[in-house]
């Protein structure tokens, strides 16, 4: 079992930056590969970034490529991200994801997930 609370969420402007954080419980944290993803109210939650147990595979979406950069600290069981050039489009709620495969941009590959974190960002 893994518990994963995210934090670091808020309301910034446009061309803003924000660092997410998800904390792991669980000393296997390292076997994990980590996912984030976000959600519009009325719209499906949809994959922002992942990162492999050991951080060497790291996948983005198109969207975001460029802009946000995932890391993990692994003797902290902690997974980042990093959020720059913020856009009104990026308004959303953010969760990570613990996955005991490969990282995927899959929702249906991840195993655990946080409650979520709101990150609006206005124009």
């Known amino acids: 079992q893994v518990q994963l609370v995210e934090s670091g969420g808020g309301l910034v402007q446009t061309g803003d930056s924000l660092r997410l954080s998800c904390a792991a419980s669980g000393r296997t944290f390292s076997s994990y590969a980590m996912g984030w993803f976000r959600q519009v109210p009325g719209k499906e939650r949809e994959f922002v970034a992942g990162i492999s147990g050991g951080g060497s595979t790291i996948l983005y979406a198109n969207s975001v490529k460029g802009r946000f950069a995932i890391s993990r600290d692994n003797a902290n069981y902690t997974v980042y991200l990093q959020m720059t050039s913020l856009k009104p489009e990026d308004t959303a709620a953010y969760y990570c994801?613990?996955?005991?495969?490969?990282?995927?941009?899959?929702?249906?590959?991840?195993?655990?997930w946080g409650q979520g974190t709101q990150v609006t960002v206005s124009s």
């Open positions: 994801a613990a996955s005991r495969a490969s990282v995927d941009p899959a929702q249906k590959m991840y195993h655990y």
